[in-house]
């Protein structure tokens, strides 16, 4: 069983089994170590030895990189067209909160958000339906709203567990208009790319066009953004120099040459598999390299367009459009490795030359349909992933701590160490957050970092928090730094309490006896 496989029964066997492999990997190693030695002792000037050493340092070497221990983090996306609806009351079903091993990142792309001019303007301003939904389920969660971006109708959502906040860094977002010659934004792509402890990934949502016919200019379309979309980023200028990409979205493939009652019989019966070949998208892969380049698992759910809303139906309007897999979840690493005929063709792993000190593998864990929902003529598409990856650092870029007690009775002081050199900057501001906070910009107060010079690496800075801005009630807090530069929290303490304050009794805000404090 290769490292790949090994990793994907589940995300507490990824270490324990590592530390447990540990005490006969060293064993191992200091036998290598020890011929090395004899053998450069005996060295010689002739070839045959030369060859012997350096095999042992190879070997020596592979061993060293597998006391190195992985991790396993688990990703959800969800794609959906959702027709310009509005959200429905409930969306947790759609992002399987109560799935053991736990998620650690979710990607949400939405095609065909209410977008006339009056409700994208206000959606500007303020955050819009889809995203609060989203928001108001996972918050309660541990979940942050990390980043979003939209144009238009298409919305990208990213959402990270809390404790892993500190680990994301160089966010950027970007777009591209594919509609009215590239001049219109109802159909393009979205994306959103950032380091996750090191590893650099980006994800693209995207609506290319539609109907049966512009097969060839889907291809062109997907191509065109591939190679046009940039970052402003010297390790990943581009989308396909990211480690991992995923491309998602309403691709709007269709299923050519069969008939409706031919298509409708196949679902019905379960005979999904008669319809794959005529599947657009899977019929270009095969001819086109860079499409080649992207993996997919297998279609073993009911194409998810197009339905008569708020039913299971397949659409029986006068149009009678046939089904079709539109929505997909796509996945490409860089370098591609394609699997040997053993190996299971949802799994790919990173690698530069076979021996990555940093390597990542990616496994799909499933991928279906969600036929509950019936607001859309869509039905959602969700995709479970495996990232199993030697992380490249993992400590933040800055310590961020409270001092001594808080309340809002008197001034609070904080004080932050910047731990690796970065670039910081005086616009660098310090969060106050409660627990369950949705994302960077949800503070109770913030205090701007020190403004005359930018810190030392290891030089604390102590910081004051004017009482007037501390919350009156109290309760559970965090402390986060938030980077200008990168656009990320890089820094966040432990979980601390703020007291009620006697201002808050006296005010009737609380009871008189709460925490001891009486009028």
Request: glycine share 6%; charged share 25%; proline share 4%.
């Given at each position: 069983m290769d490292a790949a496989t090994a990793g994907q029964r589940a995300r507490s066997?990824?270490?324990?089994?590592?530390?447990?492999?540990?005490?006969?990997?060293?064993?191992?190693?200091?036998?290598?170590?020890?011929?090395?030695?004899?053998?450069?002792?005996?060295?010689?000037?002739?070839?045959?030895a030369s060859q012997e050493v350096s095999r042992t340092l190879d070997e020596a070497y592979q061993l060293c990189e597998r006391l190195i221990p992985t991790e396993v983090f688990r990703l959800h996306m969800l794609t959906w067209n959702v027709a310009t609806a509005e959200p429905p009351e409930d969306v947790s079903s759609l992002l399987q909160l109560d799935v053991q091993p736990a998620t650690d990142l979710f990607v949400i792309g939405l095609q065909e958000v209410s977008a006339t001019p009056i409700r994208f303007i206000s959606d500007l301003i303020v955050e819009d339906s889809w995203t609060h939904a989203f928001m108001d389920t996972l918050a309660p969660r541990g979940f942050v709203k990390v980043s979003s971006v939209r144009m238009q109708g298409l919305l990208l959502l990213l959402f990270a567990k809390q404790n892993h906040l500190p680990h994301i860094r160089d966010v950027q977002t970007t777009y591209t208009r594919t509609g009215v010659f590239g001049y219109w934004g109802n159909k393009g792509a979205v994306s959103v790319r950032f380091s996750f402890y090191g590893h650099m990934v980006c994800f693209l949502n995207c609506h290319l066009a539609a109907h049966l016919s512009n097969m060839l200019q889907r291809v062109d379309e997907m191509e065109y953004i591939l190679e046009t979309q940039d970052f402003e980023s010297a390790d990943a200028p581009h989308v396909l120099d990211h480690k991992v990409v995923f491309c998602f979205g309403d691709l709007n493939f269709r299923i050519a040459d069969h008939g409706l009652h031919f298509l409708r019989s196949s679902i019905n019966n379960g005979r999904l598999h008669l319809l794959w070949d005529r599947d657009q998208l899977l019929t270009m892969k095969k001819k086109e390299p860079f499409l080649q380049e992207f993996q997919e698992g297998p279609l073993?759910?009911?194409p998810t367009y197009k339905f008569a809303r708020n039913s299971q139906s397949y659409d029986t309007s006068g149009k009678k459009?046939?089904?079709?897999?539109?929505?997909?979840?796509?996945?490409?690493?860089?370098?591609?490795i394609l699997p040997s005929e053993e190996e299971d063709d949802r799994t790919s792993v990173t690698t530069d030359d076979g021996q990555d000190e940093y390597p990542l593998y990616v496994h799909q864990d499933k991928y279906t349909s969600d036929m509950s929902y019936g607001i859309s003529d869509h039905k959602p598409v969700i995709a479970t992933f495996s990232l199993e990856m030697r992380k490249c650092w993992d400590t933040p870029l800055v310590q961020v701590s409270p001092e001594g007690v808080w309340s809002a009775d008197q001034d609070a002081d904080l004080h932050y160490t910047v731990l690796e050199d970065f670039m910081s900057s005086t616009w660098d501001w310090i969060g106050l957050y409660k627990v369950g906070f949705k994302s960077a910009s949800d503070y109770e107060t913030f205090v701007w970092v020190r403004a005359d010079n930018l810190p030392e690496v290891h030089e604390?800075?102590?910081?004051?928090?004017?009482?007037?801005?501390?919350?009156?009630?109290?309760?559970?807090?965090?402390?986060?730094?938030?980077?200008?530069?990168?656009?990320?929290?890089?820094?966040?303490?432990?979980?601390?309490?703020?007291?009620?304050?006697?201002?808050?009794?006296?005010?009737?805000?609380?009871?008189?006896?709460l925490n001891g404090l009486h009028k």
């Amino acid at each position: 069983m290769d490292a790949a496989t090994a990793g994907q029964r589940a995300r507490s066997d990824s270490v324990s089994s590592t530390t447990s492999t540990g005490s006969r990997t060293r064993t191992l190693l200091r036998q290598r170590l020890t011929q090395l030695l004899t053998r450069i002792e005996d060295m010689s000037s002739d070839d045959e030895a030369s060859q012997e050493v350096s095999r042992t340092l190879d070997e020596a070497y592979q061993l060293c990189e597998r006391l190195i221990p992985t991790e396993v983090f688990r990703l959800h996306m969800l794609t959906w067209n959702v027709a310009t609806a509005e959200p429905p009351e409930d969306v947790s079903s759609l992002l399987q909160l109560d799935v053991q091993p736990a998620t650690d990142l979710f990607v949400i792309g939405l095609q065909e958000v209410s977008a006339t001019p009056i409700r994208f303007i206000s959606d500007l301003i303020v955050e819009d339906s889809w995203t609060h939904a989203f928001m108001d389920t996972l918050a309660p969660r541990g979940f942050v709203k990390v980043s979003s971006v939209r144009m238009q109708g298409l919305l990208l959502l990213l959402f990270a567990k809390q404790n892993h906040l500190p680990h994301i860094r160089d966010v950027q977002t970007t777009y591209t208009r594919t509609g009215v010659f590239g001049y219109w934004g109802n159909k393009g792509a979205v994306s959103v790319r950032f380091s996750f402890y090191g590893h650099m990934v980006c994800f693209l949502n995207c609506h290319l066009a539609a109907h049966l016919s512009n097969m060839l200019q889907r291809v062109d379309e997907m191509e065109y953004i591939l190679e046009t979309q940039d970052f402003e980023s010297a390790d990943a200028p581009h989308v396909l120099d990211h480690k991992v990409v995923f491309c998602f979205g309403d691709l709007n493939f269709r299923i050519a040459d069969h008939g409706l009652h031919f298509l409708r019989s196949s679902i019905n019966n379960g005979r999904l598999h008669l319809l794959w070949d005529r599947d657009q998208l899977l019929t270009m892969k095969k001819k086109e390299p860079f499409l080649q380049e992207f993996q997919e698992g297998p279609l073993n759910f009911s194409p998810t367009y197009k339905f008569a809303r708020n039913s299971q139906s397949y659409d029986t309007s006068g149009k009678k459009r046939k089904p079709a897999w539109t929505d997909r979840i796509l996945w490409r690493v860089k370098p591609k490795i394609l699997p040997s005929e053993e190996e299971d063709d949802r799994t790919s792993v990173t690698t530069d030359d076979g021996q990555d000190e940093y390597p990542l593998y990616v496994h799909q864990d499933k991928y279906t349909s969600d036929m509950s929902y019936g607001i859309s003529d869509h039905k959602p598409v969700i995709a479970t992933f495996s990232l199993e990856m030697r992380k490249c650092w993992d400590t933040p870029l800055v310590q961020v701590s409270p001092e001594g007690v808080w309340s809002a009775d008197q001034d609070a002081d904080l004080h932050y160490t910047v731990l690796e050199d970065f670039m910081s900057s005086t616009w660098d501001w310090i969060g106050l957050y409660k627990v369950g906070f949705k994302s960077a910009s949800d503070y109770e107060t913030f205090v701007w970092v020190r403004a005359d010079n930018l810190p030392e690496v290891h030089e604390t800075i102590q910081v004051t928090v004017d009482k007037d801005e501390v919350p009156l009630l109290g309760g559970n807090f965090v402390l986060g730094y938030f980077s200008t530069n990168m656009q990320s929290i890089v820094g966040l303490s432990a979980s601390f309490e703020i007291l009620e304050s006697k201002r808050a009794v006296m005010e009737g805000l609380v009871p008189e006896n709460l925490n001891g404090l009486h009028k």
